[in-house]
C-alpha cells in the first residue's frame, strides 16, 4: 500500500507541475493582452495568483511525497533520508480478472476466514448448549461476512478495470490532441498557450490512467486477500 502511495504521489507532483506550467503560460498571455489594452491589471493579479497558489500545491505535494518516502525507508530497514532506487509498482495482470469467480471462491474465502476458524477451534471448547448454538450463529456470520466481503471485492475490482478502460479513452483523444496542437504551433498556426493547453490534458489523461493501474491492482490484491481469509469488506 505505500509503494502504491508513493508512485501516486508521483504522478499527482507530475500532474500539478503540468498545470502550473499552464498558469504560468496563462498569465503570460494575459500580461500581453494587458500591454495592448485588452486586459485589467485585476486579470494580470488574478493569473498571478492562480500561478502563486499552484506553487504553494506543489510544495505541500512535495512535502507529503517526502514524507511517504521517509515511512517507506523506515519500513524497509533503510535510514529515514535513505536514497533507494524505488523501482515502479508492477502494472496489473488484466487476464488475472477473468480468472476470479466470487461463486467458486466462496468456499475457499470461509475455509480460510480468520474469524471462521476462530469460532470453530472456540466451538471445541464449548460445554454449554446455549453457547454451542450462539457460537454457530457466530460461525455462520462470519461465513456470511467473508461472502459478502469477497462479492464485494469482487464488483471492485469490475468497477477499477471500466475506470481502467474509460481513462484510456480519454488519454488516446488527449494524445490526438497534443499532436495536433504540436504541428499546429510547428507551422504558426498555434500559441503557446494552446500547446500547454493540449500538454496539460495529456499529462493529466496519462496519470489518470496511471493512477487507475494502481487502483485496479489493489482492488485486485484485495480479492486475493480475501480468498486467503482476509476480510477486507463488509
Given at each position: 500500500?505505500?509503494?502504491?502511495?508513493y508512485e501516486q504521489s508521483?504522478?499527482?507532483l507530475?500532474?500539478l507541475?503540468?498545470?502550473r506550467?499552464?498558469l504560468?503560460a496563462?498569465?503570460q498571455?494575459?500580461?500581453?493582452?494587458?500591454a495592448?489594452?485588452?486586459?485589467?491589471q485585476i486579470d494580470v493579479?488574478?493569473?498571478?495568483?492562480s500561478v502563486?497558489?499552484?506553487?504553494?500545491a506543489i510544495l505541500s505535494?512535495?512535502?507529503?511525497?517526502e514524507?511517504?518516502?521517509?515511512g517507506?525507508?523506515?519500513?524497509?530497514?533503510?535510514d529515514?533520508?535513505a536514497?533507494?532506487e524505488?523501482m515502479p509498482?508492477?502494472?496489473?495482470d488484466?487476464s488475472?480478472?477473468d480468472s476470479?469467480n466470487?461463486?467458486?471462491d466462496?468456499?475457499?474465502?470461509a475455509?480460510?476466514?480468520?474469524d471462521?476458524?476462530?469460532y470453530?477451534?472456540?466451538?471445541g471448547?464449548?460445554?454449554s448448549?446455549?453457547?454451542v448454538?450462539?457460537n454457530?450463529?457466530?460461525i455462520?456470520d462470519?461465513?456470511?461476512?467473508?461472502?459478502?466481503?469477497?462479492r464485494?471485492?469482487y464488483d471492485?475490482?469490475l468497477?477499477?478495470r471500466?475506470?481502467?478502460?474509460?481513462?484510456q479513452i480519454q488519454?488516446e483523444?488527449?494524445a490526438?490532441d497534443?499532436?495536433?496542437a504540436?504541428?499546429?504551433?510547428?507551422v504558426?498556426q498555434?500559441?503557446?498557450?494552446?500547446?500547454?493547453?493540449a500538454?496539460?490534458?495529456y499529462?493529466?489523461a496519462?496519470?489518470s490512467v496511471?493512477?487507475?493501474k494502481l487502483?485496479?491492482?489493489?482492488?485486485?490484491e484485495g480479492?486475493?486477500w480475501?480468498?486467503?481469509?482476509?476480510?477486507?469488506s463488509?
Amino acid at each position: 500500500q505505500l509503494m502504491v502511495t508513493y508512485e501516486q504521489s508521483q504522478y499527482n507532483l507530475e500532474t500539478l507541475q503540468s498545470t502550473r506550467d499552464l498558469l504560468e503560460a496563462q498569465y503570460q498571455a494575459v500580461q500581453a493582452q494587458q500591454a495592448v489594452g485588452m486586459a485589467t491589471q485585476i486579470d494580470v493579479l488574478n493569473a498571478q495568483k492562480s500561478v502563486q497558489d499552484q506553487d504553494s500545491a506543489i510544495l505541500s505535494a512535495q512535502k507529503s511525497a517526502e514524507n511517504v518516502h521517509r515511512g517507506l525507508c523506515l519500513m524497509l530497514g533503510w535510514d529515514v533520508d535513505a536514497q533507494p532506487e524505488i523501482m515502479p509498482v508492477p502494472e496489473p495482470d488484466l487476464s488475472r480478472i477473468d480468472s476470479m469467480n466470487p461463486e467458486a471462491d466462496s468456499q475457499t474465502a470461509a475455509a480460510n476466514n480468520y474469524d471462521v476458524k476462530y469460532y470453530e477451534k472456540k466451538a471445541g471448547n464449548l460445554s454449554s448448549q446455549d453457547l454451542v448454538e450462539a457460537n454457530q450463529v457466530a460461525i455462520q456470520d462470519a461465513k456470511d461476512t467473508a461472502l459478502r466481503s469477497l462479492r464485494t471485492q469482487y464488483d471492485t475490482v469490475l468497477t477499477a478495470r471500466d475506470a481502467l478502460n474509460a481513462a484510456q479513452i480519454q488519454l488516446e483523444t488527449a494524445a490526438v490532441d497534443l499532436n495536433e496542437a504540436a504541428v499546429k504551433k510547428s507551422v504558426g498556426q498555434g500559441t503557446e498557450l494552446e500547446y500547454k493547453t493540449a500538454e496539460n490534458a495529456y499529462i493529466s489523461a496519462k496519470n489518470s490512467v496511471n493512477s487507475q493501474k494502481l487502483q485496479l491492482l489493489l482492488a485486485m490484491e484485495g480479492y486475493d486477500w480475501n480468498v486467503k481469509g482476509l476480510t477486507t469488506s463488509n
